[in-house]
């Protein structure tokens, strides 16, 4: 990850969080200059200054050092960054129209994917006896159901919000990478392997997934990431 020292975009985040990802794919689409900082929730000061900006507790955040604000929110950073410091790549698009699907379809992936897919991967990490398996059987068909609406949107579409790369499709990788080692969809979702195919060869995804891979052991169902995605080192 470069890391601009005293950039005016400071990203707090943890390479392996997949919402962290979404907004890191956001800013490498536009090769946006930020300083990362590492939050490592267990530690007490990190914790605490995350919390000092942010009481919910949630990475990423984004410090905006140049105009004094703290910006929280996955979608809200990244429609931010998209107004006040627009790249090439415009994840927002200007068409009323269009930007209503753009925002649809990332609230879809966060709300129908991410959520269901963090709710299973938590309930591996609860105490004994605090396991909620109920819980994970809504979130398995919660996923399925997703998968299916998915397939369908894709229909003959190069992108989930139509034929442009925009913030709904930041928020579909990291979304989907997780959650295909929960409920892989690469059998049965042909259109949705082939987007997510289509992602993956972006350089902002494969650049996130990289450094991401140096966590990947900490993640609970690390046995069913992809090999291509880990690398060997020995
Ligand atoms: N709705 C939030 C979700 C962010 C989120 O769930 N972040 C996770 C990491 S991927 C987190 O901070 N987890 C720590 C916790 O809940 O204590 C967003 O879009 O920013």
């Known amino acids: 990850m470069d890391n601009y020292r005293n950039s005016d975009l400071v990203l707090y985040l943890h390479p392996l969080a997949s919402f962290c990802h979404k907004v890191l794919i956001a800013l490498y689409e536009n090769g946006a200059k930020f300083e990362s ?16 900006q942010w009481s919910v507790g949630k990475i990423p955040i984004l410090r905006d050092r140049l105009h004094k604000k703290t910006i929280p929110e996955t979608s809200i950073i990244i429609e931010y960054l998209d ?19 753009v925002r ?14 963090q709710k299973i991967v938590l309930d591996q990490i609860r105490p004994d006896g605090k396991h909620d398996p109920y819980g994970v059987d ?17 229909n003959s579409k190069e992108f989930i919000a139509g034929e442009f790369f925009s913030m ?3 928020s579909a990788v990291p979304a989907l990478f997780f959650a295909d080692t929960i409920l892989s969809f690469r059998n049965d979702y042909p259109k949705l392997t082939n987007y997510y195919e289509r992602l993956l060869k972006r350089h902002s995804v494969m650049r996130t ?22 690398k060997k080192t020995i």
Do not use: H
């Not at 809504?138 to 894709?154: C, D, F, G, N, P």
């Open 138 to 154: 809504q979130s398995i068909t919660k996923l399925s159901i997703a998968y299916e609406m998915l397939e369908a949107q894709l």
């Open 83 to 101: 107004m006040k410091y627009p790249g090439k790549v415009k994840l927002i698009p200007d068409d009323p129209n269009l930007v209503l699907e």
């Open 104 to 117: 649809l379809w990332d609230r879809f992936f966060d709300m129908y994917v991410s959520d269901p897919m």
């Open 168 to 170: 709904a499709d930041c």
């Open 37 to 52: 900082k590492l939050v490592d929730l267990s530690d007490n000061d990190s914790r605490d200054e995350l919390l000092s």
């Open 209 to 230: 997934i990289e450094e991401a891979e140096p966590y990947f052991q900490l993640y609970p169902f690390y046995d069913k990431i992809p090999k291509k995605f880990i």
